[in-house]
C-alpha cells in the first residue's frame, strides 16, 4: 500500500512520514507543490493521510475524488461551507474526518456526554492547550467535544510553547467540580492513529466516515 502525505512539510506531515516503511511513501505534497505534482501524488497512491489546512484538504480530496484514492483528514479550522464541500467529494471516494485521531479523545468524550447528563446544573468549561504555532482557536478536538454537550461550555484556549495537546472539561457546582482531562505527550498518537484509520479506509466503500466507525468496525 502506497500513502500519500498532504502538508508533508507540516508537524504532523513529518510524524506521519516517521511511521512509514520507505515501500509505503507514495510521494507528499505541501503548499508549494505544482497542481501537475499534486495529482500526480493523489493519482499513484492507494490511499492519502491528510494534515495541512482547508485550502489544501479541499484540493486533495478533489484529486482523491477524481481518480477513486480513499482520503483520511485530520485538518481542522474549516468554514462550514468548506467543510460540506469536504464531504460532497465523499460520493466518489471514501474519505474519514476526524479533528483528532487519539483513542483517549474519544473515550473522553464519551465520558464527559456521560457526566453532563447526571450533573446538569453544573456549569461546563473546557480549556484547550496547543503549541504556539497553532492557527485555528479554539482547536478541532476542543469543538467536537463541546458538539457532544447538550450545553454550550466555557472555552479558554492558550497557544504556548510546544505543547502537543491538553484539553480539560470541568464541570463546576456550587460545592464540588468533577474534570475530566486528556494529554497527549507527543504527536505520534495522531499519526499513528491516522495511518491506522488509512489502511482500514482503503477496503470501504464510498461515504464519510469518522473515528467512531473505524473504532466500531475493529471490536
Known amino acids: 500500500m502506497k500513502i500519500a502525505i498532504v502538508g508533508i512539510s507540516?508537524?504532523?506531515g513529518q510524524e506521519v512520514l516517521k511511521l512509514?516503511?520507505?515501500?509505503?511513501i507514495g510521494g507528499g505534497v505541501s503548499s508549494g507543490t505544482s497542481d501537475e505534482e499534486f495529482e500526480k501524488a493523489i493519482k499513484n497512491c492507494s490511499v492519502a493521510v491528510d494534515f495541512s489546512t482547508p485550502a489544501i484538504s479541499i484540493k486533495a480530496a478533489g484529486h482523491c475524488a477524481k481518480h477513486c484514492v480513499p482520503l483520511v483528514c485530520g485538518t481542522t479550522?474549516?468554514?462550514d461551507e468548506e467543510f460540506e464541500r469536504l464531504k460532497s467529494f465523499s460520493k466518489h471516494a471514501p474519505i474519514l474526518y476526524a479533528s483528532n485521531f487519539s483513542v483517549g479523545i474519544f473515550l473522553m468524550s464519551k465520558l464527559i456526554r456521560m457526566s453532563e447528563k447526571a450533573l446538569d446544573d453544573f456549569d461546563v468549561s473546557?480549556?484547550?492547550?496547543h503549541h504556539s504555532g497553532k492557527k485555528d482557536s479554539p482547536s478541532g478536538t476542543t469543538l467536537f467535544l463541546a458538539s457532544q454537550l447538550e450545553k454550550s461550555p466555557q472555552i479558554v484556549s492558550l497557544r504556548v510553547g510546544g505543547v502537543a495537546g491538553d484539553h480539560v472539561c470541568s464541570f463546576t457546582g456550587d460545592d464540588e467540580e468533577i474534570t475530566i482531562s486528556h494529554r497527549s505527550f507527543s504527536r505520534k498518537v495522531f499519526a499513528s492513529g491516522a495511518v491506522k484509520c488509512a489502511?482500514?479506509?482503503v477496503s470501504q466503500k464510498n461515504g464519510f466516515y469518522s473515528l467512531e466507525d473505524y473504532l466500531n468496525a475493529k471490536k
Request: glycine fraction near 12%; charged fraction near 40%; charge should be positive.
Open 10 to 12: 507540516g508537524r504532523m
Open 20 to 24: 512509514l516503511r520507505l515501500d509505503e
Open 77 to 79: 479550522g474549516f468554514s
Open 126 to 129: 473546557i480549556i484547550d492547550r
Open 199 to 201: 489502511r482500514w479506509l
